[in-house]
């Protein structure tokens, strides 16, 4: 689109060599204005490490609810959750994040008495049903990495030296504290995607969160039925307002 917009520009000018150079401030101005426009990249990965088998997202869900998400190891359909991994037994559909608080709105005087009025309640979610597909978590527009190239990526690590994982990529990193080790992130603060409100007849508004998620698989017998998720929640919100009654 960078190019594009570069490409009109030059025909502009070749057209008009004489065009009133205040007009082009102005194009100049708006175009500064604008604020640049980012696409989500989504993802998924399978943890295979151990019996239980799971397809997680970075879009704040595990499973595979329909969406024909490929499982990156084998080139098909990822499994939700297998138990045991490869048996085809699937125990699931989808298991989704859901985020939810007041905004701090304004403060006013209420018979000579102070008081706040709070926007809200307002809830983000990850995926709120089959007949929908309401996805208002997506790995973009981190506060330092709008475009979600980084933080928004789901890359894998592991604890054992030398391991490569089933895309032959080297994993191992020293920081890493498990046998497979999926790390990604994601924000309700994007609404270039498709995020309407068919309750409220609206877009989304987001609370401005960022969310850090790491999951952990292991092949051992005392480890190898479950998978820990772990979450790290910031509030990022770009008004700086803070998040009241928040829950997860």
Not at 79 to 97: F, K
Not at 144 to 170: A, H, K, V, Y
Request: proline share 5%.
């Amino acid at each position: 689109m960078k190019r594009l917009c570069v490409i009109v520009m030059l025909t502009i000018l070749n057209l008009y060599p004489a065009i009133n150079p205040d007009i082009l401030k102005g194009l100049d101005k708006r175009k500064t204005d604008q604020k640049r426009v980012y696409v989500p990249y989504i993802e998924n990965r399978v943890h295979r490490a151990g019996l239980f088998w799971v397809n997680l997202s970075n879009t704040g869900w595990f499973g595979e609810p329909w969406t024909g998400a490929v499982d990156a190891c084998t080139g098909e359909t990822a499994p939700g959750g297998e138990m045991p991994g490869g048996s085809g037994i699937d125990y699931l559909w989808v298991a989704a994040l859901w985020f939810g608080g007041y905004l701090h709105s304004e403060s006013v005087t209420v018979n000579d008495v102070p008081a706040t009025i709070f926007q809200g309640p307002l809830v983000s979610t990850a995926m709120d049903g089959a007949w929908l597909y309401s996805n208002e978590l997506m790995p973009y527009y981190f506060e330092n990495d709008p475009s979600g190239i980084t933080q928004g990526r789901i890359r894998e690590t592991s604890m054992i030296e030398g391991r490569l994982n089933c895309l032959f990529e080297e994993v191992y990193d020293p920081k890493a504290t498990a046998y497979e080790q999926m790390n990604t992130g994601f924000t309700d603060k994007g609404t270039n995607h498709q995020t309407w409100d068919i309750f409220e007849n609206r877009e989304h508004i987001p609370l401005g969160i960022e969310v850090k998620q790491t999951s952990y698989a292991w092949p051992y017998d005392y480890a190898k039925k479950f998978i820990i998720v772990d979450y790290t929640i910031y509030n990022r919100n770009s008004d700086k307002k803070d998040i009241y009654d928040f829950f997860m």
